[in-house]
Nanobody, 124 residues
Framework: QAQLVESGGGLVQAGGSLRLSCAASGRTFTTYAMGWFRQAPGKEREFVAAINWSGGRTLYADDVKGRFTILRDNGKNTGYLQMSRLKPEDTAVYYC?????????????????WGQGTQVTVSS
C-alpha cells in the first residue's frame, strides 16, 4: 500500500503562488505514477495534473496548463504541485493520488491510493 499526505495549502491572493507537497510512504515511490486532483464546493472532483514514475512525462488539464507544474523528487518520496498565477476559480480541496499502472492519465478510476486533501483558497 501507499500512504499519501498532502500539505502546503492555504489562503492566497489572486495572482499569487503556492506549492503543494505530497509525502508518500509505504510502497516504493518509483513504482507508481502520481496525479493531482481538486474538488471545489458543490462540484465533482476533477483532474489537475499527472506525472509518470520518473518525472519524464506529464499531463495537465487545459485550465491549469502554463500556470501549474507537477514535479516529483524520488529521492525524497515526495510529489509537488507548483501553482502560480492563481485565480479564485482554483479554490478547492486538492488531492494527490497514486496510479500503480504507471500511466499518466486523467481518469480518477485509474488511481489506487488517495491522500486526505489540502485546502487551497484564492481570494479576489
Amino acid at each position: 500500500q501507499a500512504q499519501l499526505v498532502e500539505s502546503g495549502g492555504g489562503l492566497v491572493q489572486a495572482g499569487g503562488s503556492l506549492r503543494l507537497s505530497c509525502a508518500a510512504s509505504g510502497r516504493t515511490f518509483t513504482t507508481y505514477a502520481m496525479g493531482w486532483f481538486r474538488q471545489a464546493p458543490g462540484k465533482e472532483r476533477e483532474f489537475v495534473a499527472a506525472i509518470n514514475w520518473s518525472g519524464g512525462r506529464t499531463l495537465y488539464a487545459d485550465d491549469v496548463k502554463g500556470r501549474f507544474t507537477i514535479l516529483r523528487d524520488n529521492g525524497k518520496n515526495t510529489g509537488y504541485l507548483q501553482m502560480s498565477r492563481l485565480k479564485p476559480e482554483d479554490t478547492a480541496v486538492y488531492y494527490c493520488a497514486a496510479d500503480l499502472g504507471f500511466g499518466v492519465v486523467p481518469e480518477m478510476r485509474a488511481y489506487d491510493y488517495w491522500g486526505q486533501g489540502t485546502q487551497v483558497t484564492v481570494s479576489s
